[in-house]
């Protein structure tokens, strides 16, 4: 059973950036699409970035340009490099293996932006 542990989340100001890294064991990811997703405080979670087993990405409309997923296979890991961050970006960061409804997620890396 695949197993996701994310990290690089922390206290930023506005303006700066983080990476984020998803670390999967247990199987392998290289043919599975994966994503980072956000969920704040009173809010649904949403998704943040996907990006398909063969390199095609997606991205919700609040962070194209600021935000990019990327993936390496060999290190069974998923990226997510966040520039440009604003106080609105404030949530727990979650890495989602395949689907929401059947996927496997991790447990989750707060990332805070103070203005």
């Known amino acids: 059973q695949v197993q996701l542990v994310e990290s690089g989340g922390g206290l930023v100001q506005a303006g700066g950036s983080l990476r984020l890294s998803c670390v999967a064991s247990?199987?392998?990811?290289?043919?599975?699409?994966m994503g980072w997703y956000r969920q704040a405080p009173g809010k649904q979670r949403e998704m943040v970035a996907t990006i398909s087993s063969g390199g095609s990405t997606n991205y919700v409309e609040s962070v194209k340009g600021r935000f990019t997923i990327s993936r390496d296979n060999a290190k069974n890991t998923v990226y997510l490099q966040m520039n440009s961050l604003k106080p609105e970006d404030t949530a727990v960061y979650y890495c989602?293996?395949?689907?929401?409804?059947?996927?496997?997620w991790g447990q989750g890396t707060q990332v805070t932006v103070s203005s």
């Open positions: 989602l293996r395949g689907s929401r409804a059947f996927g496997s």
């Open positions: 247990g199987s392998s990811i290289s043919f599975n699409t």
